[in-house]
Structure formats: structure tokens, C-alpha cells
T-cell receptor, first 112, second 118 residues
Framework: GNSVTQMEGPVTLSEEAFLTINCTYT??????LFWYVQYPGEGLQLLLK?????DKGSNKGFEATYRKETTSFHLEKGSVQVSDSAVYFC???????????FGAGTRLAVHP | GAVVSQHPSRVICKSGTSVKIECRSL??????MFWYRQFPKQSLMLMAT?????????EQGVEKDKFLINHASLTLSTLTVTSAHPEDSSFYIC??????????????FGQGTRLTVV
């Protein structure tokens, strides 16, 4: 079946550090891939997405490239801010209707 | 982006009572909505797919009689936790998309409902 594996957290960084959160997936067919962010006490917000191989999703300085050959969708940001502290979820959608399979989530803490 | 509104955001109920959670798509029609459950510091687990005008499809291990889902209109799905117990305490969150519409490539999430059963 479909699944998403995400690097375990928490990830603790200083402000302006480089961020990478690894995500790999297993899926039949050609899934769409997503990164969602959850701030404390809130629901999920879509951060970025990619719907086909080699697509790069980007938003708010975050980027992720859909790599079919390595079945990966790693999240990166060149310079994190304290306000980026949150939980980040990698997810895939397959078969339409945006039924999502989530990774375990990675908690990011950015310190001044 | 589209707006999905979930109500209530927090609820505390006594053990043995039932609680209804509403999920509304405010500016689009959602023939399909999804209900997820999130335990503390864990990921979201899909509970069921809510289909407008038909029975919900439940994931393996989710009790249909425990978690009643009704999707009576194109903009509203409800999740009722029946005879709630402390182990049902969790964060419940819904999502919706617009199949075939401009928003068909993204799921929009409600803000979630934190249920505490005492």
C-alpha cells in the first residue's frame, strides 16, 4: 500500500540555518506530493505541492522537488526563522479526491 | 485558497455522551470530505471518507457505529462521536476538495476540533 516515511524530529536549529527534512514515499501509480505545516494549536496549512515527477514546489522560501527515481520529496529552506517553528507533514495523494496519506510529522524548533 | 470551517474548535464532554463535529466548505461544493484523527505528537490518521448522499467509507479498524458520519449536503459533513470515552479524546480534523473544479488538486483543512472526554 501507499506510505510516507519522514525523518524523525525534533529538529532544532538556530535562526538563519539551513533546513532539510527528508521524506520518501511508496505508492502505486503517480501520486501527488505535499508538504503541510501545523502551527501550535492549529489545523493544517498547505505549504507546497508537486503533482508530477521533477516538479518543484515552493512557497515562503521552502522548496521540495518531486524525485521519482529516488521516490523522495525532501523539504528545504535556506535560512529558517523563529516563526518557522512548527510541525511539518509530508503527504501523498493517489487516486483522486485528495485522500491523503501522511508521514509521522517532523517538529521543527528554531531558536534566535 | 478555499475555506473549510470546522466547529467547535474545542469541546469537553462527559463520558457516555455524544458529540457532533461539523465541517463546512464555505465557498465551494465538496462531494467528498475526509475525517482524520490526530493523537498527541503523532501524525494524522484517516478515519473515513464522507460522500455526499451516500454512506461513508471507513478505514480499517475504525468503528462505524462509534463514529457516525453524515454528509447531507454538498457543503456540510458531520462526525458524531457516540458514547464517548476518555480514549476518544483526540484532535479531529476534516478536509475537503472540489473534484472536477478549480480546487481539485488540493485538500483544504478545517482548523480541527480538540475533543476531551472526562
Amino acid at each position: 500500500g501507499n506510505s510516507v516515511t519522514q525523518m524523525e524530529g525534533p529538529v532544532t536549529l538556530s535562526e538563519e540555518a539551513f533546513l532539510t527534512i527528508n521524506c520518501t514515499y511508496t505508492a502505486t501509480g503517480y501520486p501527488s506530493l505535499f508538504w503541510y505545516v501545523q502551527y501550535p494549536g492549529e489545523g493544517l496549512q498547505l505549504l507546497l505541492k508537486a503533482t508530477k515527477a521533477d516538479d518543484k514546489g515552493s512557497n515562503k522560501g521552502f522548496e521540495a522537488t518531486y524525485r521519482k527515481e529516488t521516490t523522495s520529496f525532501h523539504l528545504e529552506k535556506g535560512s529558517v526563522q523563529v516563526s518557522d517553528s512548527a510541525v511539518y507533514f509530508c503527504a501523498l495523494s493517489s487516486g483522486g479526491y485528495n485522500k491523503l496519506i501522511f508521514g509521522a510529522g517532523t517538529r521543527l524548533a528554531v531558536h534566535p | 485558497g478555499a475555506v473549510v470551517s470546522q466547529h467547535p474548535s474545542r469541546v469537553i464532554c462527559k463520558s457516555g455522551t455524544s458529540v457532533k463535529i461539523e465541517c463546512r466548505s464555505l465557498d465551494f461544493q465538496a462531494t467528498t470530505m475526509f475525517w482524520y484523527r490526530q493523537f498527541p505528537k503523532q501524525s494524522l490518521m484517516l478515519m473515513a471518507t464522507s460522500n455526499e448522499g451516500s454512506k461513508a467509507t471507513y478505514e480499517q479498524g475504525v468503528e462505524k457505529d462509534k463514529f457516525l458520519i453524515n454528509h447531507a449536503s454538498l457543503t456540510l459533513s458531520t462526525l458524531t462521536v457516540t458514547s464517548a470515552h476518555p480514549e476518544d479524546s483526540s484532535f479531529y480534523i476534516c478536509s475537503a476538495s472540489e473534484p472536477g473544479g478549480a480546487r481539485n488538486t488540493e485538500a483544504f483543512f478545517g482548523q480541527g476540533t480538540r475533543l476531551t472526554v472526562v
